[in-house]
């Protein structure tokens, strides 16, 4: 079946409004915030343009923002004098913690402004410490999950917090494992453990990491100035409330994925 046009674009102006109602319970924002640190910097600054459009295309009133620049007075978030009913949240400090968020971390907390994704969101969802239980087939079972659920959650490999106890073990098994800090973001401070030199190492096992089994990701054939070469491929689903809202790839080279690689970035999908 073919694809409605701006079918995708509905779906997400639905998702704001579904947040503001999930938080306010009634009315709609007027104006909307696409916050992030620096975003005219940011690689996919132009994902920010075309969101602000979309908005904007439906009678939404909508800026992109830089956090530093946002005020929290008088009960209100504001950007540029204006006030903002709802921030659409591009920043990767996922709890606020850092000083330039304060405005956004107060207005936050108090209530002043719809904030979506927000730390509440990354606490339950994104968190890489969450992979540690929802790995571990023998506390799923002690839940009383479904064989089905079961299943499903098996496709995630397994993964363990790394502390001084089980650093040891960790340290002599690394080739085999994938360490992550528990709330990283675009493949920072990511490291394969078989590239993992004794000064990481030291910052690795005082905590803040996961170990995750290594799972070597699929490959592609693509053409780069008249020859073909290999990329590395991963599929990402976009999605908001249990649905699928768009699916993409990422072509790269490298540990992680990455926006450098020669011939890289994002590609289609193509679902047959």
Do not use: C
Request: net charge neutral; no cysteine; proline share 6%.
């Amino acid at each position: 079946m073919p694809v409605k046009p701006y079918a995708f674009e509905d779906a997400a102006f639905r998702m704001f409004h579904e947040e503001w109602i999930r938080q306010r319970g009634t009315g709609t924002a007027r104006r909307i915030a696409i916050v992030d640190d620096g975003p005219e910097e940011q690689f996919l600054y132009p994902e920010f343009v075309l969101a602000r459009q979309v908005l904007e295309a439906r009678g939404i009133e909508a800026a992109i923002a830089d956090a530093s620049h946002l005020r929290h007075e008088a009960g209100r978030l504001t950007f540029d004098g204006n006030p903002i009913d709802l921030v659409y949240n591009r920043v990767t400090d996922f709890a606020f913690d850092r000083p330039e968020h304060k405005a956004l971390r107060d207005a936050y907390r108090d209530g002043a402004v719809v904030v979506t994704p927000n730390p509440h969101n990354h606490a339950l969802l994104a968190d890489k410490r969450n992979l540690s239980l929802l790995s571990d087939p023998a506390i799923l079972e002690a839940w009383g999950l479904e064989p089905t659920h079961l299943a499903q959650l098996s496709s995630i490999p397994r993964t363990i917090l790394v502390t001084p106890g089980n650093a040891n073990e960790l340290w002599k098994s690394r080739k085999g494992l994938f360490f992550k800090p528990t709330g990283g973001h675009g493949g920072k401070a990511v490291y394969r453990g078989d590239k993992v030199t004794r000064g990481v190492w030291a910052e690795i096992e005082r905590g803040g990491y996961v170990a995750q089994t290594l799972v070597k990701p699929s490959e592609r054939m693509i053409s780069i100035d008249e020859g073909i070469q290999a990329r590395k491929m991963d599929v990402r689903l976009y999605t908001y409330d249990g649905q699928v809202l768009l699916v993409a790839a990422r072509l790269y080279q490298g540990q992680t994925t990455n926006f450098r690689s020669p011939g890289g970035g994002f590609a289609p999908v193509f679902v047959i």
